[in-house]
């Protein structure tokens, strides 16, 4: 039995100070016993005999003389089995569907360690959403990291939840699948429709949830996704199961981070934020991945609400950076009544040149794709232009881009929340689309398949 | 070697990745340390009277007060031997495959491990006899280091005096002895095929000249608009997905340095990966073997340790030069510099410095300089020549570049490569702002265009340039009243520039004839565009509307160029030509 230690020396909002310790190591998780409840701490700066350490639970209730604090001698580790699926535990572990917590072995550090680049496999097989701006535009890649960047009030989360249940259902069924599913800070009605969800789709006894709630203590929200991406690699790497992440709201994460970095007295970078913002989501989202030789994947899907919908807000910034690609819900296409008002300019898959074209969807996929961006980024400059002169005065050329912007707003990037599209409906709108202008205008695709594919609008109607 | 010769203390305080070590004490500043029980990498940062200050280089957590920390004497080196190329090591140059073979997919810390294979024997010629001078840099023997690079064993740049003993050519290791110098001083010093060298110092040279020689890398934009010059600097700013590491692969595959020294610093896993996968598999046009067997990566991911990220540029710097010192021509692909920038930042935090821009350290711009002016053509002490040319990406904040490391970087590279938002999300890769990009190397150039390609590059280059420029300026008109009203000597501007963007800046980088291209057939595309535009220049004097001309479909077949010849038939150039001048006929005949 490790000694207790009475009382602390100082308590600023997480924080505490703890001092005359002996033997604690940085990093280390402490159980912290106030009038007969124990919450978990952890240091996070040390000097000699004094510690800094920040209280999971919150330090409500605390004073300097009615605590009780013992070392544990490890950082923070959860136990993980393969009967987490189907259990929901809150955001430091702990389980909160009334059955008892996990007996295992197996402890892990929720810290992780860096996956060696030699040992990683790069990601190739792709995820069919059924979503075509989706599969079609931004394809998700197993093993990728692909955030939804989205705003307050957009339907990032029944865009989620319909990639949840409609990748979940794909071709690949037979192999072992499973969600986990991190929430920070997220309101109750929100987990609750996720749950809903999960079980309306019948795939329930796959997911292990995660919860940190909006009203849950705020420094739990950092310890949050690091559980579940431990569990997530463990039923990935150990399990061989192929793993969807989801982690919603990355936003309250970083807020979370950001309280605490003030109440440490830190050096603020951007707009309050710690310095070590990038890196510490870093560790995150580089926990998604394919091990070689391994048939386990984590494949991230985390969500952020941008703020102010501004992309450069230092959040979807750096998240950008390190995520392989982004999707982009955009308010004036919701506003327009479409669903799912994915933005795809600005969205982007990383890893989608690799995982798709000739042996994985079709060969003329990646040209599709890169013409219907290039055509709805010129349909940009046409609004622009129509705007300022009128619809009337633009040129035959530009007449047929706005109907194509808007063709292919209604057609392909809108779809019923229960649409679930293969890739080849998916390309065939998209040829659909491209037969309504003008061959010569197509520049971005290659000759062979121009031939074998292209059908302007008049013939293609039959399709 | 005994604990108590170096330096030692035990730790007070830890932050992250530094600790603190209380009182006075014996370290170094910049000495490296081992930090407690697992012996953990650190750097002495500062140091005072009360305290030392030390970096670590590995993961903190589980480190207690009280912990032992051992100097070792000397600087954070790096090892410079045979076994380099076709490798990939970490920030502190740890060979990440050996890594993977003995402690399996995650990076354990505290694995103290020797950078190059001890074990190997390498098939050495020797250069030098017994009897003969040597200096710093005289090459004593030459190894097959890889298919592609002949590792030249060099005497270290600090050591001269004459050879007493040589070994014959045979099989060595990298630590057997090769020669015995007796020095000034009259000791005898044996040498072997390893050197160490502290990588915050540059290695020196005997003097640094003009560079002449353009860095080729058969994309389009840059040998054509923006060259590099061989030793030159170069940054390629952009926001995400605009395409920095995809321009980076782009010449690390297709470039004509001898040797790539690829830095992931801070940057995603999965693109190591990739970089290992591909070029283990793609073969370089110019000289028939593997890619990796000329390229070295450097992997710091963005979620291993902070301060490793800060070294891996130097790390990666000290090999290139190591290997100028040979003869070579290195480039370094810095993947990215924000990354660095923000490693110095976050560690500048915890040390509660003052900050200036941003949040940046006061000291960022005169680091970023003194690493850019490591780059540079050299000749050597050993009476070679070689160059180090640096080309560092730059990750700026929500794509502004204002930012501090931006614009502190744009001081000191000779090519700023803009990558701009609105050309990526139209896919138009690379997505390179002909506008806001520059190249001061330029005049340094053109003699070697003129005699190397042609007379008339750089005449043409200037032509394309002015066009593509005075479309802008019609572009701001088209924007307000659209493009029916102007003129038809405007439109064809347009429509050359079109041309322009799609058939040579856009490039495809995974079409097997477009994604590198030689000097010849990007000069001849530009000749071939350029005398489209002088027919239908004298056409349209003549009055022909631009409608008529457009009909004829000729602007899509030149725009086709850029698939339709392969590299090795200049001579298809000659048919486009023709058909120019059948399209010239073909108006005229149908109009009179």
């Known amino acids: 039995m490790s000694i207790e230690y009475l009382g602390l020396s100082e308590i600023n909002g997480p924080l505490i100070i703890l001092e005359g310790v002996s033997g604690a190591s940085y990093d280390e998780i402490l159980e912290i016993s106030v009038n007969h409840e124990t919450r978990l701490g952890r240091i996070i700066e040390i000097y000699e005999d004094k510690a800094v350490i920040q209280v999971f639970k919150g330090t409500m209730g605390m004073s300097l003389g009615n605590t009780r604090t013992r070392l544990t001698g490890h950082p923070m580790e959860i136990a993980v089995s393969e009967e987490m699926l189907g259990r929901t535990f809150n955001g430091v572990g702990a389980p909160i569907d009334g059955l008892s917590p996990i007996h295992s072995d197996i402890r892990l550090d929720v810290n992780g360690q860096p996956l060696n680049p030699v040992s990683r496999e790069y990601p190739r097989n792709y995820i069919q959403t059924g979503i075509s701006s989706i599969d079609g535009l931004t394809t998700l890649i197993r093993g990728q990291k692909l955030p939804i960047f989205s705003g307050n009030g957009l339907p990032h989360d029944r865009l989620a939840a319909q990639i949840v249940k409609q990748a979940s259902l794909g071709d690949n069924s037979d192999e072992k699948f499973a969600i986990v599913f991190a929430a920070m800070g997220l309101k109750h009605d929100v987990a609750d429709y996720f749950r809903r969800t999960f079980e309306e789709s019948g795939v329930s006894d796959h997911v292990v949830m995660f919860l940190n709630l909006a009203n849950d203590p705020v420094v739990e929200r950092l310890i949050t996704p690091k559980v579940a991406l431990t569990a997530a690699e463990y039923l990935a790497y150990e399990c061989h199961m192929h793993i969807l992440v989801i982690l919603t709201d990355i936003t309250s994460y970083a807020e979370a981070m950001r309280e605490v970095s003030s109440s440490k007295g830190e050096i603020p970078s951007r707009k309050g934020y710690p310095g070590y913002l990038y890196s510490d989501l870093a560790s995150l989202y580089e926990r998604a991945g394919i091990v070689a030789g391994n048939e386990g994947s984590v494949t991230q899907l985390p969500i952020l609400t941008m703020p102010n919908d501004d992309i450069t807000h230092p959040i979807p910034d750096l998240t950008g950076y390190i995520t392989e690609g982004q999707i982009v819900l955009e308010r004036s296409l919701f506003g327009q009544g479409i669903y799912p008002p994915i933005n795809v300019l600005p969205s982007l898959s990383r890893l989608m040149k690799d995982g798709i074209g000739k042996g994985f969807t079709r060969e003329d996929h990646q040209d599709v794709a890169n013409q219907l961006f290039s055509s709805y980024a010129k349909v940009g400059d046409v609004r622009a232009l129509a705007n300022v002169i009128g619809e009337d005065e633009l040129s035959p050329t530009d007449k047929l881009y706005l109907e194509f912007g808007k063709a292919f707003e209604a057609r392909f990037v809108a779809q019923g929340e229960e649409e679930n599209r293969s890739v080849l409906d998916t390309l065939a709108i998209g040829w659909q689309l491209l037969g309504m202008l003008p061959r010569e205008e197509l520049d971005r695709i290659d000759t062979k398949i121009l031939d074998q594919y292209y059908k302007p609008a008049a013939e293609g109607k039959g399709n | 070697m005994s604990e108590n010769q170096y330096a030692s203390g035990t730790i007070y305080g830890i932050n992250g990745p530094i600790i603190y070590i209380k009182g006075q004490t014996t370290f170094q500043i910049s000495e490296m340390v081992y930090v407690g029980e697992e012996k953990l990498v650190g750097e002495v940062i500062s140091l005072t009277k009360k305290r030392t200050t030390i970096q670590v280089f590995e993961e903190t957590s589980g480190l207690k ?128 095929m390893t050197q160490r060298w502290p990588i ?156 200036a821009e941003e949040g940046f350290p006061a000291y960022l711009a005169s680091r970023l300089s003194t690493f850019y002016e490591r780059a540079g053509m050299m000749h050597n002490l050993n009476g070679t020549e070689g160059s180090v040319s640096i080309i560092g990406a730059v990750s700026p904040q929500g794509g502004d570049f204002s930012e501090p490391v931006t614009q502190n970087t744009k001081r000191y590279v000779g090519c700023f490569w803009g990558l701009d938002k609105s050309l990526a999300y139209a896919r138009h890769f690379p997505a390179i702002n002909w506008l806001n990009s520059y190249c001061d190397y330029i005049s340094d150039l053109t003699p070697w265009y003129s005699e190397n390609v042609s007379p008339h590059f750089m005449d043409y280059r200037g032509r394309i340039l002015a066009l593509l420029n005075t479309e802008s300026s019609l572009m701001e008109i088209v924007k307000l009243i659209g493009s029916d009203v102007l003129p038809d000597d405007q439109k064809l501007i347009l429509e050359i520039t079109r041309v322009i963007r799609l058939g040579f800046l856009q490039q495809n980088a995974f079409h097997k004839d477009d994604m590198c291209v030689s000097l010849t057939k990007q000069f001849k595309m530009m000749e071939t565009i350029l005398y489209l535009y002088d027919v239908s220049r004298k056409l349209i004097a003549m009055g022909m509307p631009m409608r008529i001309l457009k009909e004829e479909g000729i602007f899509e077949h030149i725009i086709a160029i850029k698939y339709d010849i392969p590299n090795d038939k200049p001579e298809m150039f000659e048919d486009y030509r023709k058909d120019i001048d059948a399209f010239y006929q073909h108006v005229m005949e149908k109009n009179a």
């Open chain 2, 65 to 192: 007060p009280g912990d032992k920390v051992i100097g070792t004497g000397g600087a954070l080196c790096a090892t410079l031997a045979p076994g380099i190329i076709n490798n990939i090591f970490d920030g502190i140059e740890r060979p990440l495959r050996e890594i993977a073979a003995s402690s399996g997919k995650y990076i354990k810390r505290g694995f103290s491990m020797t950078s190059l294979d001890t074990e190997k024997k390498w098939r050495t010629t020797m250069k030098v006899t017994a009897g003969q001078i040597v200096y710093g840099g005289t090459i004593i023997a030459e190894v097959p280091e890889t298919p592609a690079v002949v590792h030249r064993v060099m005497v270290p740049p600090d050591i001269s005096g004459k050879v007493t003993f040589a070994v014959p050519s045979g099989e060595y290791t990298i630590s057997d002895c090769l020669i015995k110098v007796r020095l000034k001083d009259g000791t005898e010093k044996a040498l072997t």
């Open chain 2, 200 to 355: 915050r110092v540059p290695r020196p040279v005997t003097e640094r000249f003009l560079s002449t020689q353009p860095l080729v890398t058969g994309q389009r934009i840059l040998d054509t608009m923006f060259p590099l010059a061989k030793g030159g600097t170069a940054a390629i700013p952009g926001g995400f997905g605009t395409g920095k590491t995809m321009t980076q692969h782009s010449i690390a595959k297709w470039s004509d340095a001898d040797i790539i020294i690829y830095i992931g610093c801070g940057e995603r896993g999965n693109e190591m990966t990739e970089v290992l996968e591909d070029f283990g598999k793609l073969v370089d046009p110019r000289s028939g073997n593997l890619l990796m067997d000329r390229t070295t990566l450097i992997a710091n991911t963005s979620n291993m340790p902070v301060a490793a990220r800060e070294a891996s540029i130097y790390t990666g710097i000290t090999l290139a030069e190591y290997y100028r010192d040979m003869g070579y021509h290195v480039a370094i692909m810095a993947d990215s510099t924000s990354r660095w920038a923000e490693a110095l930042r976050e560690i500048s935090g915890r040390l509660e410095e003052m900050p």
